[in-house]
């Protein structure tokens, strides 16, 4: 009975925490991931996101994780991208901001679940963390050098035909 109380504990602390999050960055203005673009730009081991292709193989399980606008209507879709002009990809690539940036902070969020829990309850809650946010990260991490290349081509062309 204890070991239920727990569970059910900790598995309404995880809806509420990842709800409560996603909905709360969902509603920060879109300026403020693009004024605060550096931080996630591609590191230099990322080599342009291949390094997520090639140790992750991204393109094989991508397209099966679940998308925040199938629960909140006002969600940006990051399955499609709408269109393919400049502000469309603009837009996507900032989106994409939002989403790493939310799953980061359900990251940081774990040592809060050491305060209620044994260590190998919290332990696991960690883990349930890690494998919940690191695929959404890691796709974000390999799709936004891509949509940073086409928007540089995009401004580009738009430039070279003013």
């Not at 591609?42 to 199938?70: A, I």
């Not at 969600?75 to 996507?92: G, I, P």
Request: hydrophobic content about 45%.
């Amino acid at each position: 009975m204890k070991l239920l109380r727990l569970l059910l504990r900790n598995t309404a602390a995880w809806m509420f925490i990842q709800l409560a999050l996603s909905y709360t960055i969902m509603r920060v203005p879109r300026t403020l991931f693009h004024s605060y673009g550096w931080l996630f730009q591609s590191l230099n081991f990322e080599d342009e996101g291949r390094f997520w292709q090639r140790h992750f193989k991204v393109k094989r399980w991508k397209h099966q994780l679940p998308d925040s606008s199938t629960l909140f209507s006002a969600s940006f879709n990051h399955r499609e991208l709408a269109s393919s002009d400049l502000h469309a990809l603009q837009t996507f690539s900032i989106e994409t901001n939002r989403a790493e940036f939310t799953h980061w902070l359900t990251l940081l969020i774990c040592p809060f679940f050491y305060f209620w829990n044994p260590r190998w309850a919290a332990r696991i809650n960690v883990f349930y963390a890690l494998i919940s946010s690191l695929p959404f990260i890691i796709v974000q991490r390999y799709n936004r050098p891509k949509l940073q290349r086409l928007i540089t081509r995009k401004k580009r062309r738009l430039y070279d035909n003013t």
